[in-house]
């Protein structure tokens, strides 16, 4: 389509988003008492109806020509400067075509609109084709000020397009780093467990000692960059629509899945301390798999951020309705501005000096809770510690939550730790 063509409709499409246009026109026929009042989009050499009231029934409607005298239209309007013509007849510019009829004009003003930043768009004119009285000042300063609202209105339009348009290619660049996210994150599953393989391998044959080590450390470190690719993998799914995956069954002890959690991080890190405490006989409806992610993940955050010589706490309980999961550690607190951040994907809190993993740990976790229809919330001082609690109900049904920004419930109260 012609881009002169595209231009006339947006601008025809423009001034008729704006919902005050008609009533002006009205007020402006009646006010002054010309017959005839448009809005006219001018370029170049062509000029566009873009808005009209008409009692003369010339039959010009939006998106029509408007000509004056064949193509001096555009040359009466080059000064940029109201014109107010009592008695027209005498000139032979003004003689509107209206259809293809040749009708003539006897009073007519016109006014330009200028947009604020002072682009020039077309003209608010109205005429009649008697030859009328028009107070001159009057009619061009309320032209002049209807002329000002609309121009403020279409760059508000235009800045509206722009911020919606920026809006739109963020979100598309957006989806599409997260789809070379998840597909990178998929690819780099392969590599990974032929080194994992290699390194479990070595393991079970090599006597050096020395060996050994390298060996352990190999093996140690695929399973973190696992960690890594499975947490990227989860993130990139819930925003690209999937949602995470819970598949819900009836768990009747959590206590051996949860322990597993615990054995698993001490494995790993020998010199850190975890006292448990693990009383829960309830049957319980959860993804246990997804639940063991959540525990793993607030113990691993604890054990980074908490005081080295101090033990992380773990505690899991339950009342009637709710299964009551707990982590403590003490350490220096999360700030009070940073508590409503915490469990946005990305962010990590700058207290600790540890700077560890990609900050979507809590994320998932809060996601994984509310899929569970629970909620999951943080308090942290210097005198009590820092405390993350989820709170699952003892069922709920299946579904899948959608990745969103969340943030720590301040309604959700904590049950004290013991020691």
Not at 86 to 115: F, K, M, N
Not at 190 to 205: C, E, F, G, V
Not at 331 to 340: D, K, L, R, V
Request: proline residues 4%; glycine residues 8%.
């Amino acid at each position: 389509m012609d881009e002169t063509i595209l231009g006339i409709t947006k601008a025809v499409s423009d001034i008729g988003r704006i919902a005050a246009v008609p009533t002006l026109l009205a007020v402006l026929r009646e006010t002054i008492g010309l017959r005839f009042a448009a809005v006219v989009r001018v370029t170049g050499d062509m000029c566009t109806v873009c808005a009209v009231q008409d009692s003369l029934v010339l039959g010009i409607e939006a998106g029509a020509p408007f000509v004056l005298k064949k193509n001096q239209t555009s040359e009466l309007w080059s000064t940029r400067a109201p014109i107010i013509e009592e008695h027209a007849g005498t000139d032979s510019r003004y003689l509107v075509y209206a259809g293809s009829q040749l009708q003539p004009i006897e009073s007519y003003i016109s006014v330009p609109i200028h947009l604020p930043n002072g682009q020039y768009f077309g003209n608010l004119c109205a005429f009649d084709s008697h030859a009328m009285s028009i107070a001159g000042s009057v009619a061009a300063s309320m032209l002049t000020q209807f002329a000002a609202l609309i121009g403020s209105q279409l760059q508000l339009q235009l800045e509206k397009e722009h911020e919606e348009q920026a809006l739109l290619n963020e979100r598309a660049a957006s989806e599409l780093r997260e789809q070379f996210i998840a597909i990178l994150g998929h690819d780099l599953r392969n590599p990974l467990q032929a080194i994992y393989a290699s390194s479990d391998t070595l393991q079970r044959k090599l006597a050096d000692p020395e060996l050994l080590v390298y060996a352990g450390r190999i093996r140690n470190s695929v399973k973190r960059m696992s960690a890594l690719i499975d947490d990227v993998l989860d993130f990139a799914r819930g925003r690209l629509g999937g949602g995470i995956e819970i598949e819900l069954t009836e768990v009747q002890n959590i206590c051996t899945g949860l322990t597993t959690v615990i054995q698993e991080l001490q494995d790993a890190q020998p010199g850190c301390k975890i006292l448990s405490s693990i009383d829960v006989d309830q049957q319980l409806r959860c993804d246990l798999g997804r639940l063991q992610q959540v525990a793993s993940n607030l113990l691993a955050n604890a054990l980074t951020h908490g005081r080295a010589d101090t033990p992380v706490k773990f505690t899991v309980s339950a009342d009637d309705t709710h299964l009551i999961l707990q982590v403590w550690n003490a350490g220096e607190p999360i700030p009070a501005e940073s508590i409503g951040k915490i469990f946005q994907p990305f962010w990590r809190h700058s207290v600790s000096s540890s700077r560890n993993g990609l900050g979507l740990g809590l994320h998932i976790c809060s996601q994984i809770v509310r899929a569970h229809e629970g909620q999951i919330s943080v308090t942290s001082s210097a005198e009590q510690g820092t405390v993350f609690t989820a709170r699952l109900p003892l069922g709920s049904p299946p579904r899948k939550v959608q990745f969103r920004q969340a943030t720590a419930s301040s309604e959700v109260p904590v049950p004290s730790l013991q020691s």
